[in-house]
């Protein structure tokens, strides 16, 4: 059973595009989170939601906006992209609190030309 | 600001060549050390955490150790499938119960047959 999915997997488009990213976790946590890994592989916090709710929203272009529909979702959509937005997005989860480990998604690589 | 360095960058070993990786923090209020494996085209995968300095934990052919200022992750006897990334995470409280990591870059590990 796969815990923590997103999609798609691969995300091709053109500058000036918007588009969504989905992400679903069965894992019944509390918390999801939204992760960007340049080309450095440098993978970097945008957003966390705790039962559909933003808690975490670190230095991000107002371009990209989470939704949680429901606490099992987390949807990434990306307003006007720019070729600095490629990158693979990674979605996670985890129980809320310090003690428990994040499970990572298979990541959507976008690529903006 | 919150800073984990990795180092080396990369490492490359042959079979059975034991060795360490080290991850460096300097975090205020640190509420765990995180270490995930991190395959070509995957999400992280979890491996450890580690709360308190002289805290030790082990899996397999690798052990992750904690002091006040870094942690290690050592690798005895490795295995070409140990090649992956290997990231290092600290964890602190970003208002009320709610927490995030800040990732280093990461080391990537080549075991040579």
């Known amino acids: 059973d796969t815990a923590v999915s997103q999609t798609p997997k691969y995300l091709v488009t053109q500058m000036g595009n918007d588009k969504s990213i989905k992400c679903e976790q069965n894992l019944g946590h509390d918390t999801m989170y939204w992760y960007k890994q340049d080309s450095k592989k440098f993978l970097k916090i945008m957003f966390s939601?705790?039962?559909?709710?933003?808690?975490i929203n670190e230095t991000v272009p107002n371009r990209f906006s989470p939704k949680s529909p429901d606490k099992a979702h987390l949807n990434l959509h990306i307003n006007s992209l720019e070729l600095g937005d490629s990158a693979v997005y990674f979605c996670a989860s985890s129980e809320q609190g310090s003690y428990n480990e994040q499970f990572f998604g298979p990541g959507t690589r976008l690529t903006v030309l | 600001e919150d800073q984990v360095t990795q180092s080396p960058e990369a490492l490359r070993l042959q079979e059975g060549e034991s060795s360490s990786l080290n991850c460096s923090y300097t975090v205020s209020g640190l509420r765990g050390l995180f270490w995930y494996r991190q395959d070509p085209g995957k999400g992280p995968e979890f491996l450890f955490t580690?709360?308190?300095a002289g805290e030790e934990k082990e899996k397999e052919r690798l052990k992750a150790t904690l002091t006040k200022k870094e942690s290690f992750l050592h690798i005895t006897a490795p295995k070409p499938e140990d090649s992956a990334t290997y990231l290092c995470a600290t964890k602190k409280n970003s208002g009320g119960s709610n927490y995030k990591l800040t990732f280093g870059k990461g080391t990537l590990l080549t075991v040579n047959p």
């Open positions: 939601y705790n039962n559909k709710e933003l808690i």
């Open positions: 580690l709360y308190s």
